[in-house]
């Protein structure tokens, strides 16, 4: 059974930072690009970032190029989204999944999602 677990969410005053970690179970995430999601209250899920099987290509969101960091352990069958200089913007429930990727910026997620972890952002 694929299955994702997120975490490391949690309440972090702005400028603050976290490190969210998205688990798999029931496949090799190695062989599969990864993608972060997140939707705030009210609104609809977007994507964050991805970073491709290899781990050699990623992309960001402009909202938060440099200052998030997607990277991948594939022994340990994990992503994580490093988050830094977080903004009350960044408030939401942040999700991952596989995702195919049409072009560098024209990418969906593909298979099934986790529960979630929530990052708040306040002071």
């Known amino acids: 059974q694929v299955q994702f677990v997120e975490s490391g969410g949690g309440l972090v005053q702005p400028g603050g930072s976290l490190r969210l970690s998205c688990a798999a179970s029931?496949?090799?995430?190695?062989?599969?690009?990864i993608g972060w999601f997140r939707q705030a209250p009210g609104k609809e899920r977007e994507g964050v970032s991805y970073i491709r099987s290899s781990g050699g290509g990623t992309y960001y969101v402009d909202s938060v190029k440099g200052r998030f960091t997607i990277s991948r352990d594939n022994a340990k069958n994990t992503a994580y989204l490093q988050m830094n200089n977080l903004k009350p913007e960044d408030t939401g429930v942040y999700y991952c999944?596989?995702?195919?990727?049409?072009?560098?910026?024209?990418?969906?997620?593909?298979?099934?999602w986790g529960q979630g972890t929530q990052v708040t952002v306040s002071s």
């Open positions: 999944a596989s995702v195919a990727i049409m072009s560098s910026d024209t990418w969906y997620p593909s298979g099934s």
């Open positions: 029931g496949f090799t995430l190695a062989d599969y690009a």
